[in-house]
Nanobody
Framework: QVQLVESGGGLVQAGDSLRLSCAASGRTVSTYAMGWFRQAPGKEREFVAGISRGGTRTNYADSVKGRSTISEDNAKNTVYLQMNRLEPEDTAAYFC???????????????????WGQGTQVTVSS
C-alpha cells in the first residue's frame, strides 16, 4: 500500500506558474504508475497528467498539454506537476493517484488508479 500527500497549491494570478508535489510513502514510486487529476466545484474529477512506472511515458489532458509537465524523482519518492501559464479555468482541487502495475503505461482513467491523496487547492485569479 502507498500513502500520497500533495502540496504546492495556492492562490496565484493568471499567467503564473506552480509546481505541485506528491510525496509517496509505503512503496517507491518506481513501482507505480502515477497520475494527477483535478476537480472543480460541481464538476467531475478529471484527468490532468499521467506518468508510467519508470517515468518513460507521459500523457496529458488536452487542456494542459504544452504548458504542464509531470515528472518523478525516485530518490525523493515524489511526483511533480509543473503548471505554467495558469488560467482561471485551472482552478480546482488537485489530486495525486497511484496505480500498482507491472506494465509501462501512463493511465488516464480515474477508475484505473488504486490510491489517492487528499488533494491540494489551486486557485487562479484573473
Amino acid at each position: 500500500q502507498v500513502q500520497l500527500v500533495e502540496s504546492g497549491g495556492g492562490l496565484v494570478q493568471a499567467g503564473d506558474s506552480l509546481r505541485l508535489s506528491c510525496a509517496a510513502s509505503g512503496r517507491t514510486v518506481s513501482t507505480y504508475a502515477m497520475g494527477w487529476f483535478r476537480q472543480a466545484p460541481g464538476k467531475e474529477r478529471e484527468f490532468v497528467a499521467g506518468i508510467s512506472r519508470g517515468g518513460t511515458r507521459t500523457n496529458y489532458a488536452d487542456s494542459v498539454k504544452g504548458r504542464s509537465t509531470i515528472s518523478e524523482d525516485n530518490a525523493k519518492n515524489t511526483v511533480y506537476l509543473q503548471m505554467n501559464r495558469l488560467e482561471p479555468e485551472d482552478t480546482a482541487a488537485y489530486f495525486c493517484a497511484a496505480k500498482h502495475t507491472y506494465f509501462v503505461a501512463a493511465y488516464t482513467r480515474r477508475d484505473e488508479y488504486d490510491y489517492w491523496g487528499q488533494g491540494t487547492q489551486v486557485t487562479v485569479s484573473s
